[in-house]
């Protein structure tokens, strides 16, 4: 047995993920288990800050202990950057810092695993890393696959080509020409965190794309087949809010949202899609094949993935579950195998549910200590669609966790797709989040056609990945989850991908004619719920109506 751990840690989503003998059993986000949201920020200081308790988790998951482990991969190569970085950047002093803290990772897993490691640790660099991510699961004999984040080592976007187990890099397009950044900035401008491009993405919908197109082609210029970003708006320059100023008006802060926040996120989106799009016109060109692989936090964009989908540039398009920082942890172990092992990697293999499960002792001991009664139920999956069907939230914690930022089925909150109101409702019970985001449908995979225009169906379909459109005779039915230009960040459910959560959908479109629910993420406000104890806590403090852990459920008091 060959065991290999992936970790992300350089700058945040920090994660852990293990190969055994090239398959993979284990992934899971530091965040889950430290109850930090993105587990830490991206900081020049905290490099060797090692997501110890998803490391443990990996290893109990698979009855490991630290010396059972025969290889590390980090998904950062100090080598890289040290060769890359210009002093023009950053100041030479945080550079140093930064430097200073790489050199601490390997004896902090030395520390962590009591042992040295030597020539079996191994550093990855993290566009390669990103692109392994997707690349291996995707199941594609040879692929184009496309890295696009905030920074690697000194990469923004990678282009690079997977043949058989080979990823070759063709070539990068380097910091500071960052996509991930202008939505880090715009994020905060808009007057949210650096995080929330996703907020951002949402609000957009709202915007009229024209009023800032112009103003944006001097921000994020797309070629036929290149992007550019201008001067004054490269990397992470400090005076750069004061520009956006200069061209947007004053920043958001904490005042109300105005139609001018959505019409700059509108042409952010716009100027996105086309940067993107030349990548991709690129990609085909230089690597040309039917199929392209995505990674890196960009690939959040699901407005982005539908508009390439959509293009036809490739037949087929995908893209992982966790294609932002933490899925480099995969892909870093994932490297590492190909470059120390005979045996073939696990190809192909794409699953989400790579997190901790509980067995029923768990969840009891948890419903006990919380001083609680649950009541067992013969039929969760039609007893939960009965209390969706009656207007009730309902939490639905099953199975292993997710690895990805979405709530895919495992750790969801449900709720009926078919009343209008039923978003302020989620909202003022529970997820307390901005009017203007939209919540998701899951739907059954074999309904799917019929309720949205998908298109061919991928793999990815199961992540909430792609924002297709509502057909229109259908909206009026289902008006909780169509976002106000007409799309859905719709996941499709079929047996096989997730059996318990397809029972579910089954027995709600048995009773109403409808096969999809609202499926938000059971959390308010905090990292996504892991354990029976979090989901209880979380339970108790909102206006979730019930409980279902497995079998066992809890019914709310009033
Ligand atoms: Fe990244």
Redesign the pocket.
Known sequence: MVNILGINSVYHESAAALLVDGELVAAAEEERFNRIKHAKEADWDNPHQLPERAIRFCLKQAGLTARDIDHVAYSFDPKLRRKRYRAEWWGRKVEETFQLRLGQVQSAFEELLGRSLGQRFHFVP?HLA?AASAYFPSGFDRAAILTL??I?ESAGSSLAKGVGTRIQSIETFEYPHSIGFMWEEFSAYLGFSNYDASKVMGLAAYGNPEVFRQTFQSILRAEAENYGIAQDFLGVQPDKFARMEAMFGPPRGMDEILPRHADIAAALQAATDAAVMALVRRAKRKVPFENLCIA??VALNCVTNEVITRSGEFANVFIPSAPH?AG?AIGAAMVAHGATQKKPLQRGYSTPYLGPSFKRGDILAAVKSAGLNARRSKSPARDAADMIADGKIVAWFQGRMEFGPRALGNRSLLADPRGPEMRNILNQKVKHREDFRPFAPSVMAEHADEWFEVGAHSPSHAFMLFAPDVKPEQRDRIPAVVHKDGTARVQLVSRKSNPRFHELLSAFFAKTGVPLVVNTSFNDSEPIVCTPTDAIVTFRKSGIDALFMDDMVLVARN
Do not use: L, S, W
């Open positions: 993290h990103h984040d905030g690697g890196g936090g920082d480099t």
